[in-house]
């Protein structure tokens, strides 16, 4: 299905609902062929709607599947275990989305079309109200007045009254989203749909060339029969980092780290990699692009031997290759983004884990801790040394699963052969971990998007992660966020 098609079904659906025909709108939905991570939560809302919470959640784990950093469908996830009363896996979403806010008070996710503000005080609260649920009264009463840090005037009532009804050890309203406010279409894209044309297509009158049917603009040409097969490259061409190509079909991103393009743009491939996607430069940005969607520029008289030019591509674009680990900008795998639950063929055991995203292992009936540690590890492509396994979503000194358990009280919870672990995952393995690394800001930067870190010229960064080439993630003033990489440079050792 093409994005056009894909476009047009979307904004379909949404106007449904707009007109509260949600009957109409989910089966809409449902018939998108290749669903976005918005498209996945636009589903997942109306299936809340309709109180069908299984196929919510596999709605909702499809959207964090294709986008691990969307804290909204962790919120509505967590909030779909709620309802289901499975008060662990529901703090362990909250706690997601509130990771995903990244110490900022809100996320106004308006700029990507969803008119809601995801408020870190709200999260805490329905974190709270979870806790309270399992009995644990005193962490509910932590999480309260944590909240009120975040908080802002609209939300301070909320808060209070819920901090009321804690120190009374008495239940209180969760916070809930609106489930008929959904992810929207672009708008500009939707008034593209029935664009149409007023000049019509150029025709070519005569030309020197014989069989010349091309129309459109291209470089400058000489136009006699005997000349050069191939004109000189272009300086500008030859100057640019990278290997030139044309953009055949529209790419829309369905992560950070891809990039956008349009039929017509000329990009610049950095690296190819072998699942068929390729890291490209366009207007000084970088990011990925499916390689099947680009053609290597050729600059030449004419495309084949008889001079006639081939005709631009009227079909639909082809399906988006697979990532697979090794080629992402930030250098950092990107595995298995949707996961789908492995069917048991004879009579193993099937291990539904959680972890930034959610995904399925099988091993051999009673097996040791080594098989499901291994199997695990491979999946994550991490050390055993780098992973913690736990029964509950908090990982305490009795929920805990290592070589030391006694994985007979492992199995014994298995409802139906299948059973679920929470798993965490060390980034730094070393025994000698590294010491902080500090930045300097050489320029000011301020931004109004909640997830930027601001700060002025001359203050000190702590560094915490690289995002891509271009973006830095640390913390300053007792913010955390993200900044660009030129606005910095790092301290020397000696110098701090």
């Known amino acids: 299905m093409s994005f056009v098609d894909t476009l047009r079904q979307w904004d379909e659906a949404v106007t449904c609902v707009d007109r509260q025909d949600l009957t109409e709108a989910l089966r809409i939905f449902l018939a998108i062929k290749e669903p976005n991570s918005k498209i996945y939560f636009d589903i997942g809302c109306l299936h809340l709607l309709n109180q069908d919470f299984d196929a919510a959640e596999k709605a909702f784990d499809r959207s964090i599947g294709k986008d691990e950093h969307l804290a909204i469908a962790f919120f509505q996830r967590g909030m779909t275990f709620y309802k289901k009363e499975r008060y662990e896996e ?68 909320i808060i209070d009254k819920a901090l009321d009804s804690a120190l009374r050890q008495k239940l209180f309203k969760p916070v809930e989203f ?32 014989p069989q010349d049917a091309f129309s459109g603009f291209a470089p400058l040409q000489p136009q006699v029969e005997d000349g050069p097969t191939r004109p000189k490259e272009p300086e500008v061409l030859r100057a640019l ?48 692009v499916p390689y099947n969607y680009l053609e290597r520029l050729e600059i030449s008289l004419a495309s084949k031997q008889n001079g006639a030019r081939s005709q631009p591509p009227n079909r639909e674009p082809p399906t988006r290759p697979e990532r697979k680990p090794g080629l992402t900008p930030t250098g950092n795998s990107s595995g298995d983004t949707q996961h789908k639950d492995e069917e048991p063929t004879d009579n193993s055991y099937i291990i539904k884990v959680r972890f930034t995203f959610t995904f ?28 913690t396994l736990s029964l509950t979503a908090e990982a ?36 000698n971990p590294k010491s902080e690394i500090h930045l300097v800001a050489i320029h000011s930067y301020e931004s109004s998007n909640p997830e930027d870190l601001s700060f002025h010229e001359g203050d000190t960064i702590t560094f915490l992660s690289k995002v891509n080439q271009d973006w830095l993630e640390g913390q300053c003033n007792g913010n955390t966020g993200i900044f660009p990489a030129s606005f910095v440079e790092e301290v020397p050792a000696n110098g701090q």
């Open 90 to 157: 529901s703090l362990a979403d909250f706690q997601q989305a509130f990771k995903a806010l990244r110490g900022n008070q809100l996320i106004d996710y308006k700029a990507l079309g969803l008119r809601y503000k995801l408020y870190a005080c709200e999260v805490l609260l329905n974190m709270a109200l979870s806790e309270a649920q399992m009995g644990k009264w005193e962490k509910a009463h932590e999480k309260l007045v944590k909240a009120l840090d975040y908080k802002t005037d609209t939300k301070l009532n």
């Open 178 to 209: 609106p489930s008929k406010v959904l992810f929207r279409p672009n708008k500009h894209y939707v008034a593209e749909l029935e664009k149409k044309d007023y000049l019509g297509k150029a025709k070519v009158v005569s030309s020197v060339v």
């Open 241 to 288: 980092e990278g290997e030139p190509h044309t953009v055949l079909f529209e790419f829309v991103p369905e992560t950070s780290d891809e990039l956008a393009v349009v039929p017509g743009n000329i990009v610049f491939v950095l690296q190819k990699g072998a699942d068929n996607w390729a890291y490209v430069v366009f207007n000084e940005r970088r990011g990925l």
């Open 360 to 387: 399925a292992v099988s091993v051999p009936p009673e097996s040791p801790y080594a098989i499901l540690i291994e199997k695990i590890s491979k999946k994550l492509k991490r050390p055993p040394s780098a992973i």
């Open 396 to 431: 305490t000194e009795e929920s805990v699963i290592d070589a030391s358990t006694e994985m007979e009280s492992v199995w014994s919870r298995a409802s139906g052969r299948r059973v679920t672990l929470w798993c965490k995952a060390t980034e730094q393995t070393d025994e």
